[in-house]
């Protein structure tokens, strides 16, 4: 196949990214033009196709999976006007562990329970794998040989994210390590009293966009945490 002139690459690949119905890798792309396009060139490709929809209500966006056309936030309130919903919720107990495994991956879940102080129930994990979040990569050498559980690719689509790295730090964040000692919290994570007891609270968190109900905790009993093995994600 002969090399495409760049506006005539750009012209394919804005109607391959269009017409995607999830983000397109690199490699996918290529194969659009019989590998005629190096890597290098169509990531200049796409920058300049970046730039063409600059300022517009739709920009084209690199996530973990590969690159789509989404609509930008300060649109998104006028959109969603068209098919209002109420926000379905998650707990406060999913979203602590939906970040502890985020921020300390890969963990196990006596790990989690280590970090939280109460107990993880499996209706949780079993939640966060359902949405395809979170995944086990592996078994930590330990006794019973605990899952391993860390984030999946789609968790960083849906976040709107390329890789973990852009997930949010401490900076200027309305909660602390002080709540959950050793770990680094999502914005997504206001800060809320435990109870004394150490019981669960059942009230759920409003503001994170997912569309499972809440939940409480079962008093499984916690793992005893083995030997740290984390490796960087």
Same mark, same amino acid.
């Given at each position: 196949?002969?090399?495409?002139?760049?506006?005539?690459?750009?012209?394919?690949?804005?109607?391959?990214? *269009?017409?995607?119905?999830?983000?397109?890798?690199?490699?996918?792309?290529?194969?659009?033009?019989?590998?005629?396009?190096?890597? @290098?060139?169509?990531?200049?490709?796409?920058? !300049?196709?970046?730039?063409?929809?600059?300022?517009?209500?739709?920009?084209?966006?690199?996530?973990?999976?590969?690159?789509?056309?989404?609509?930008?936030?300060?649109?998104?309130?006028?959109?969603?006007?068209?098919?209002?919903?109420?926000?379905?919720?998650?707990?406060?107990?999913? *979203?602590?562990?939906?970040?502890?495994?985020?921020?300390?991956?890969?963990?196990?879940? !006596?790990?989690?329970?280590?970090?939280? !102080?109460?107990?993880?129930?499996?209706?949780?994990?079993?939640? *966060?794998?359902?949405?395809?979040?979170?995944?086990?990569?592996?078994?930590?050498?330990?006794? +019973?040989?605990?899952?391993?559980?860390?984030?999946?690719?789609?968790? *960083?689509? @849906?976040? +709107?994210?390329?890789?973990?790295?852009?997930?949010?730090?401490?900076?200027?964040?309305?909660? !602390?390590?002080?709540?959950?000692?050793?770990?680094?919290?999502?914005?997504?994570?206001?800060?809320?009293?435990?109870?004394?007891? +150490?019981?669960?609270?059942?009230?759920?968190? @409003?503001?994170?966009?997912?569309?499972?109900?809440?939940?409480?905790? @079962?008093?499984?009993?916690?793992?005893?945490?083995?030997?740290?093995?984390?490796?960087?994600?």
């Amino acid at each position: 196949m002969d090399v495409p002139s760049s506006q005539e690459a750009k012209r394919i690949l804005e109607a391959a990214l *269009l017409c995607a119905h999830q983000p397109v890798s690199v490699r996918d792309m290529r194969q659009l033009f019989d590998g005629a396009l190096s890597t @290098d060139a169509l990531l200049a490709v796409l920058a !300049g196709l970046q730039a063409d929809w600059a300022g517009r209500g739709v920009e084209l966006q690199e996530v973990a999976s590969g690159w789509r056309f989404q609509t930008r936030a300060d649109v998104q309130a006028h959109l969603d006007r068209l098919h209002p919903e109420k926000p379905p919720k998650y707990s406060r107990a999913t *979203l602590e562990t939906l970040a502890i495994i985020a921020y300390k991956q890969p963990v196990t879940r !006596g790990d989690i329970e280590d970090i939280r !102080g109460v107990t993880v129930s499996a209706h949780i994990i079993k939640q *966060l794998e359902d949405r395809g979040w979170i995944e086990v990569i592996g078994h930590r050498e330990a006794p +019973g040989r605990p899952a391993l559980f860390a984030t999946t690719r789609h968790f *960083l689509d @849906d976040l +709107g994210l390329a890789s973990l790295a852009q997930l949010p730090t401490l900076d200027g964040l309305p909660v !602390g390590q002080g709540e959950l000692p050793g770990l680094e919290l999502p914005v997504d994570l206001a800060p809320e009293p435990e109870p004394e007891s +150490g019981a669960e609270p059942e009230a759920p968190v @409003d503001d994170f966009p997912v569309d499972a109900a809440p939940d409480a905790e @079962d008093g499984a009993a916690p793992e005893s945490r083995a030997e740290e093995a984390r490796s960087a994600p």
